[in-house]
Structure formats: C-alpha cells, structure tokens
C-alpha cells in the first residue's frame, strides 16, 4: 500500500525557476490538498480539490497554480518561485470530507529557493 | 470560514504526567474534529476523530479527546505521558462537503517530555 506519494522529497530552485511538485495517491479519494508547513505556523492549505474536476483556493494560494490531473493525482506548480516559497509541502487525500474517514499524507516535499 | 486556534505554542512536562492539549475552533455547524501528531521530519499521523455520537473519543497511543459543542473545543488529553510522546501536534477541523469542503489545521503545540 503506496497511500499518498510525493515527488520530490528534497529539491533547490533558484529565484524565478518554475516547478511541478507531484501527489498520487492509491486510495480511490475524492478529495485532495496541498498544505506548506513554515515554523510557527502550522499547516496552511493551498489549494484543494473536493473532487475530480474542481479546485478552489485555500487560504494561500498566491504564487501557485494546481491541476487535478484525474482521480489519483493532484500536482502543484510553482511558476516563478521567490524566496518566500521556501517550505515543506505535504499533499494530503480523503476518500469524502463529510465521510468518516481521515486524511493521508504524504511525507512532505521540502523545497529551499535560493 | 472555519478556523482552528491552538493556544499553546510549546508544552513541557514529564514523564509519567498527566497531558491536555486544547484546540478551539470557530464554525457555524457540527464540524469534523481530528488530533494529528507529527514527529520530527515526519508526515502526518491521525490520533483520533470526531465525526458525531459519543464526544469522548479514543484514539491511538492512548490518546483520547471530548468535543464540547458550548465550548468550541476538542482537547487532547493522555492520562501518562511517555518520552516517545514528544512531537508536534496539530488540531484540524474539516467543514462542509463537495466543492465547499475543505480541512484547516491549527499552528500546532509542541511537546517536550522531561524525564
């Protein structure tokens, strides 16, 4: 059982360089979502996807764009990555929010942008 | 909007104490309550949920949590704490359903046991 892979682990941009940080998950969920985690501050959501076909914005979207792919994947795109991007990214998955079910998560993405 | 407050940043106590961490949340209707722990480096573990039914809730570990709708709150408790227990731990609230769902997390209480 994969659960919520993430790819990749560990990576070093330059300011202005884009990238496409990759979430997959085997579960068959409805939902997914992208989190950064910065000390102090917990977890705070990107974007999301309640459902294959849709994406709505979290509470911080700016500098990021997404795509639901299809079911399995919801990847996250950084088009000129600035300083302030440096984080840990974990994407996360439930089968339905109103289900009673939990979230999976990946094991993070740490992105460093110099 | 739903929004989760975790009011302590950092706990210490030890070993063999007794713990509770407190989560407050703010939404209009019944939401969904979860207590994640994560470990240094680490992903997200689920300690325990809140969905409806009884509102003492056990979870792993020996965890366990009650919702009190008249309070806002779904607090974290554990009789005795072991050193493993150090971590962070984040309170979450998910609302809504369909497009409208989505899932909030607190800032999140870092434990440190003493031995």
């Known amino acids: 059982n994969a659960g919520v892979t993430q790819t990749p682990k560990f990576q070093v941009l330059k300011t202005g360089q884009s990238m496409t940080l990759q979430c997959a998950q085997d579960?068959?969920?409805?939902?997914m979502y992208w989190y950064r985690q910065d000390p102090g501050m917990g977890l705070r959501l990107i974007y999301y996807?309640?459902?294959?076909?849709?994406?709505d914005k979290g509470e911080v979207p700016n500098g990021y764009n997404v795509s639901r792919l299809n079911k399995r994947e919801f990847s996250l795109r950084l088009e000129s990555a600035a300083p302030s991007q440096t984080s840990v990214y974990f994407c996360?998955?439930?089968?339905?929010?109103?289900?009673?079910?939990?979230?999976?998560f990946g094991q993070g993405t740490r992105l460093t942008v110099v | 909007a739903q929004s989760v407050t975790q009011p302590d940043i950092h706990i210490t106590v030890s070993e063999g104490a007794s713990l509770e961490l407190r989560c407050n949340y703010s939404?209009?209707?019944?939401?969904?309550l979860f207590w994640y722990v994560q470990s240094p480096g680490q992903g997200l573990q689920l300690l325990l949920k809140?969905?409806?039914?009884?509102?003492l809730v056990q979870g792993i570990k020996g965890f366990e949590a009650e919702f009190k709708r008249s309070q806002s709150s779904f607090n974290l408790r554990k009789p005795s704490v072991h050193w493993s227990d150090a971590a962070e731990y984040f309170c979450?609230?998910?609302?809504?359903?369909?497009?409208?769902?989505?899932?909030?997390f607190g800032k999140g209480t870092k434990l440190s046991v003493k031995p």
């Open positions: 996360a998955s439930i089968r339905a929010l109103f289900a009673n079910t939990e979230a999976f």
């Open positions: 579960m068959n969920h409805n939902s």
């Open positions: 996807s309640a459902s294959e076909g849709t994406t």
């Open positions: 939404y209009g209707a019944t939401p969904y």
């Open positions: 809140y969905f409806s039914g009884d509102t």
């Open positions: 979450a609230v998910g609302a809504g359903g369909g497009s409208q769902g989505n899932l909030i």
